[in-house]
């Protein structure tokens, strides 16, 4: 019988299984030994054939497709460990690689990156009450069109202090956000006292699964002589039926259409997404020479055995992403982006990725610092065997200048801090973040409400849980039968 691994990698095929959904890479990743072959005398006497069919598929592909293949311990034995979870941990070179991750529930997952995700439909900023509270507050980042929680009438700016009637502390709150269906318990926030509370406004949701566009809002703004098209987008993913990309041509087509002079995307709560996406979008605000030349809008670079087998087969598609002619294009030589420490990922691809063209002012804060990509990997046999998915680093991205390893982040060219004790809508000029690019464009200072300018500054919180789902996610075409050898 063939090595374990000679199988593994002779049976890697990625394929565009739901590209009419996405542009996502979809694996098959299975060993052809059945489970019964196993060596009775090799230590996993105490692990389920079922914990021991998921094992021996994490450890075959992460030393096949991650990014530090070779910084695997070379302790970790995937027949003793009970937990398939923590045998994936186990595995991960944690001195680089905060965002690698895998859960049991593809299916979920699945209509997450499909922009059909089972949602209560609002995006959540935790903070601490105050600076020695363990007490915690929910503010509302934004809420999605036709969300539940849209319906219910929630909306950017809200604060929720309790959910269910327990007030939330720094043990409970992930927990109870997390839940499929509750009652969130609004506050107002008093800047005399610095203090929160209830206001008696008591919220039912619950979750369902939506159509969730990250086009969330944009408009043009015309301040003097400027027209400037303003764009706040979410999540770079494709939809169902490429149907988001449509809503990014329409964004286009709208700015054309009004003639805009300047253009400011704001990316504050933008955690990645679809590298393709990036692209598509980046098509359609750089250069029209850029995007007529096809130049390169990024570099990707693997583990040796891959990028040596990318190399030797010299596909284009493999190693590059290129900027397209297939969307309207604004012929921008200048563009804003309003980013905050939740800018990441395929976020940061677009701004990095288009700077070698333009002229890219960033306005806030520094972003998170991601410059790496997975691929998404669930079981695809037929049927298949599990319900697990591995979402693993498989690579790193850079510029067409080589620009990458931003492990600080990428700092802004005017910092102005993105406080949301008050939120205002998008939009509105009292929104010091939104003002400053303005400002920038215009040449004059906005004005804003003595009201606006009072900032109240509180701890933040960041779930891990949150973090891992901002990936840059590669879609991937089929490689060869023989795969990288």
């Given at each position: 019988m063939k090595t374990r691994e000679s199988m593994i990698i002779k049976s890697i095929q990625a394929k565009y299984l739901l590209q009419a959904f996405f542009m996502l890479a979809f694996f098959v990743v299975f060993t052809a030994c059945d489970p019964n072959d196993i060596a009775d005398d090799d230590g996993s006497g105490d692990i389920s054939e079922e914990t021991l069919v998921i094992n021996e598929w994490i450890d075959g592909v992460m030393k096949e497709v991650y990014l530090w293949s070779n910084k695997i311990p070379?302790?970790?034995?995937?027949?003793?460990?009970?937990?398939?979870?923590?045998?994936?941990?186990?595995?991960l070179?944690?001195?680089?690689?905060?965002?690698?991750?895998i859960t049991d529930d593809w299916a979920s997952y699945l209509k997450e990156l499909e922009g059909t995700p089972v949602s209560m439909g609002y995006a959540p900023a935790f903070f601490y009450k105050d600076e020695v509270s363990k007490e915690v507050i929910i503010i509302v980042k934004y809420v999605y069109k036709g969300s539940p929680a849209n319906k219910a009438g929630l909306k950017r700016g809200d604060i929720i202090l309790s959910i269910n009637g327990q007030?939330?502390?720094?043990?409970?709150?992930?927990?109870?956000?997390?839940g499929n269906s509750y009652t969130v318990g609004l506050g107002a926030y008093s800047s005399a006292t610095n203090t929160f509370a209830l206001n008696g406004v008591n919220v039912p949701l619950t979750a369902v699964s939506f159509s969730a566009d990250p086009v969330l809002h944009y408009e043009v703004k015309e301040i003097e002589e400027n027209k400037i098209g303003y764009w706040v987008y979410t999540d770079f993913t494709s939809g169902v039926n490429n149907n988001f990309l449509k809503s990014v041509d329409a964004v286009i087509d709208s700015f054309k259409q009004s003639a805009v002079t300047d253009v400011i995307i704001d990316l504050r709560y933008n955690p990645g997404g679809a590298p393709s996406t990036a692209a598509y979008l980046a098509s359609s605000v750089a250069p029209k020479f850029v995007v007529e030349d096809k130049k390169v809008f990024l570099k990707m670079v693997y583990n040796k055995k891959l990028q040596d087998y990318f190399e030797q087969k010299n596909d284009d598609e493999d190693r590059y992403y290129r900027f397209s002619a297939s969307t309207g294009n604004l012929n921008l030589n200048k563009i804003y982006f309003l980013t905050t420490q939740s800018t990441a990922s395929a976020s940061e691809a677009l701004i990095t990725g288009l700077q070698p063209y333009m002229n890219v002012v960033m306005v806030g804060d520094t972003t998170r610092g991601k410059y790496t990509g997975a691929w998404v990997l669930p079981d695809t046999n037929e049927p298949p065997k599990h319900n697990w998915c591995m979402v693993p680093i498989v690579l790193k991205y850079s510029n067409s200048s080589g620009f990458t390893d931003f492990k600080d982040g990428i700092a802004p060219d005017i910092y102005v801090k993105d406080y949301l004790v008050p939120a205002y809508p998008f939009g509105n000029l009292n929104d010091e973040v939104l003002a400053t690019a303005i400002a920038q464009i215009t040449g004059t200072p906005v004005s804003i409400t003595k009201s606006a300018r009072k900032k109240s500054v509180f701890r933040e919180l960041h779930p891990k849980e949150m973090e891992l789902k901002g990936a840059f996610i590669v879609p991937r075409k089929e490689l060869d039968s023989a795969g990288p050898e």
């Open positions: 070379s302790t970790v034995n995937y027949k003793k460990e009970a937990d398939s979870e923590e045998l994936f941990n186990k595995m070179y944690t001195e680089e690689d905060q965002w690698s991750w007030m939330l502390n720094d043990e409970n709150y992930y927990d109870l956000y997390s």
